[in-house]
């Protein structure tokens, strides 16, 4: 079998989104190819430590080179910059070592400097380069609110345009991010190959559980990375305006925006928001069914740059979804489409407070008829099988 390298700082035991779908595309793809993984430290967050309970099995085949990485805090811009430059550097340096002429690669673009430092690695180097793309670099520093001064800007989006356009193929999780790349890569390549390959709802771990909350009120949560470009600073602050005693937002997960949301909860003395912090994966069932509505956002100028991953296994936990972004994004299209959810694009915030206002216990029906159809979605269109089937038949 010839050789298929996956490069990705986020790879099992680890336990972000990344990790989890980089694990599962190597077991399949282990059946096909020699598997080697070029990647980070085991554990990607320095405050969490490895889950003794963590049940994913990588197949033993799978050979793992990991590099070091840096203890800088991923929190803090700066400390998150010198993090991907150092580990770029180090990813770069072993895949240079180690990959030959007529292997595959599958690189994901986290961290975003390694897409074109590979791409060098390419043009002196006749192997089948395939980029896994999660995140849209450096177009979304913008919706990030990281200004850089826009000779510096177009210097660097020229450069990274240049390296995705070297990619044999280009791999999006959306529709809108198709869009995104077609548009990127363009100039230096007139007939790009991109496909389109979901993520997929971890159908056989989460399931529906019937939710009863200890209070008698419409819980809207959230579940994940509490960061700069899901926009939630807004969503707390249409919480507050709307003033709806039936309603309590609940927030799983931590983040850079995780202290500036807790000091202005605090000095508004909103009690009806409530953090929970880290959750492992091993809870996810119990957390993504501790709701009526689950909130997935993206901040306004994410069209094409993200795709939330977390939306498909709120599915399969049969939730209806309560989504605040694009919506011509892929998330706007599928809960439009499917009739999963309520949309609204972060620019109506009338809108949305006025929503906030109309929840009550009498709407838990309809949540509950809602949530019946995202699983049925997820279970025909989205499980694991149906779309890891894709990456053998792409790849």
């Known amino acids: 079998m010839s050789n298929l390298w996956i490069i990705s700082e986020l790879f099992p035991p680890d336990e972000t989104s990344t990790a989890f779908i980089l694990g599962e595309i190597a077991n399949v793809m282990a059946k096909r190819y020699n598997v080697k993984v070029i990647s980070g430290p ?43 430059i ?4 180090q990813l770069y340096q072993t895949a240079k070592k180690n990959i030959q002429e007529g292997d595959k690669v599958l690189l994901v673009t986290n961290p975003a400097p390694i897409v074109p430092l590979i791409s060098k690695i390419r043009k002196k180097k006749e192997f089948e380069l395939n980029i896994l793309v999660h995140d849209v670099f450096p177009e979304n520093l913008l919706p990030a609110g990281i200004k850089l001064p826009k000779l510096f800007y177009n210097f660097l989006k020229k450069i990274f345009d240049k390296a995705y356009s070297r990619a044999d ?30 993520n997929w709802a971890d159908l056989d771990i989460v399931s ?12 809207i949560e959230y579940a994940g990375n509490i960061g700069r470009v899901q926009g939630l600073q807004s969503m707390i602050e249409e919480i ?15 983040g850079a925006e995780e202290n500036n949301l807790k000091a202005f909860t605090s000095s508004h003395q909103m009690k009806n928001v409530i953090f929970h912090g880290a959750y492992r994966r091993a809870e996810q069932v119990k957390v993504l069914n501790s709701c009526h509505l689950a909130l ?17 296994n709120i599915m399969a936990a049969g939730k209806a979804i309560l989504f605040i972004g694009d919506k011509e994004s892929e998330i706007g299209l599928l809960v439009k489409e499917k009739g999963i959810g309520y949309i609204f694009e972060p620019t109506e915030k009338e809108s949305i407070i006025n929503f906030l206002k109309s929840l009550s216990v009498e709407r838990i029906p309809e949540f509950k008829e809602i949530g019946i159809r995202a699983r049925e979605v997820a279970e025909k269109e989205y499980s694991k099988e149906t779309i890891l089937d894709k990456y053998v038949k792409e790849i």
């Open 240 to 254: 507050e305006i709307a003033n709806n005693k039936n309603l309590e937002f609940h927030l799983w997960g931590t």
């Open 296 to 312: 997935v956002t993206l901040s306004e100028g994410m069209y094409g740059l993200g795709v939330p991953s977390k939306t498909y």
């Open 169 to 198: 193929k280009l791999i999006a999780i959306g529709r809108d991010m198709r869009r995104i790349l077609n548009d990127k890569v363009i100039r230096f390549n007139n007939n790009p190959n991109i496909s389109i390959i979901e």
């Open 42 to 84: 085991e554990i990607y967050d320095k405050r969490k430590n490895k889950d003794s309970k963590n049940s994913f099995k990588l197949d033993k085949s799978i050979e793992i080179i990991r590099v070091g990485g840096s203890n800088r805090d991923k929190n803090r811009f700066l400390g998150k910059a010198i993090r991907f």
């Open 208 to 219: 529906p559980v019937d939710f009863t909350p200890d209070t008698n009120k419409i819980i």
């Open 86 to 89: 150092v580990i770029s550097k």
